[in-house]
């Protein structure tokens, strides 16, 4: 069975798609995706050889050989130009999704949708897609045996207004998960706020001239906009 996560980033990957899943490990969402019909055709890339071999695996036991290509590569160096029309993402560190996606530019123009899931880092996303001209459409966030994921959607376009305001805090907490506040992801925040603090307490227990300390600095700045933007 798909994880509930997997299971939301599929149900924004357009219906007719051609779907690449970067970083697939065992090949479990373009499989699910091609069998609800979803997907009729469906590439999975892996840069590691134990996963690419699961993900082939996965592919022969669920007999859909014809329908997903299983290829070995780094990020996007794994599609044919104008190959794909949704790229998948998941499971990652923002700072990768991001760098994959800039090393793989050329490989972007049939791209309409990017379904993106970074388990840490969602601010790089924003901050990758926002600068190459990538609108982020939707964003979601859930929680799923005790961890916290978001999912952010993005279209070809100019960034819209969700930036107008607070942009910086909108790049961090995300411009529609800012504005729903679900509970889970104030839940998110506040654990975050409570691991800041921490770290700013060891650092004072530590040093003498705390206050000079860039990084402290850094934290009290982000301490502060919890409690301006999300009244944290
Ligand atoms: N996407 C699946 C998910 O969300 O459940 C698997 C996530 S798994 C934690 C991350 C996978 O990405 C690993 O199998 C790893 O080998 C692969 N990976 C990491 N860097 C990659 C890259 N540059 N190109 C392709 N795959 C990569």
Excluded at 83 to 96: Q, S, V
Excluded at 118 to 125: A, I
Excluded at 152 to 170: F, T
Excluded at 200 to 229: F, G, H, P, Y
């Amino acid at each position: 069975k798909l994880s509930m996560r997997l299971e939301r980033v599929a149900t924004y990957i357009p219906k007719g798609s051609v779907l690449a899943d970067i970083g697939s490990d065992h090949a479990y969402l373009p499989c699910y995706a091609v069998q609800k019909g979803i997907s009729a055709k469906a590439i999975a890339g892996e840069v590691v050889e134990g996963p690419f071999q699961s993900a082939k695996k996965q592919v022969k036991q669920t007999e859909l050989e014809d329908q997903i290509d299983v290829r070995l590569g780094n990020g996007l160096d794994v599609l044919v130009s104008d190959e794909a029309t949704c790229i998948t993402i998941a499971g990652m560190g923002g700072i990768l999704i991001s760098a994959i996606l800039e090393n793989g530019k050329d490989k972007l123009g049939a791209v309409t949708r990017l379904v993106l899931q970074p388990n840490v880092g969602s601010n790089m996303v924003r901050q990758w897609l926002l600068e190459n001209d990538w609108e982020l459409v939707n964003e979601e966030i859930l929680e799923e045996d005790g961890k916290i994921y978001e999912i952010l959607i993005a279209e070809r376009g100019l960034p819209a207004k969700p930036y107008a305001n607070h942009a910086e805090s909108a790049l961090l907490f995300g411009p529609f998960l800012m504005e729903e506040r679900h509970e889970v992801f104030l839940k998110k925040w506040k654990l975050e706020k409570e691991h800041w603090q921490r770290i700013i307490r060891e650092m004072d227990e530590k040093s003498q001239n705390a206050a000079t300390n860039s990084k402290r600095q850094e934290l009290m700045n982000q301490l502060q906009k919890l409690e301006e933007v999300l009244g944290i």
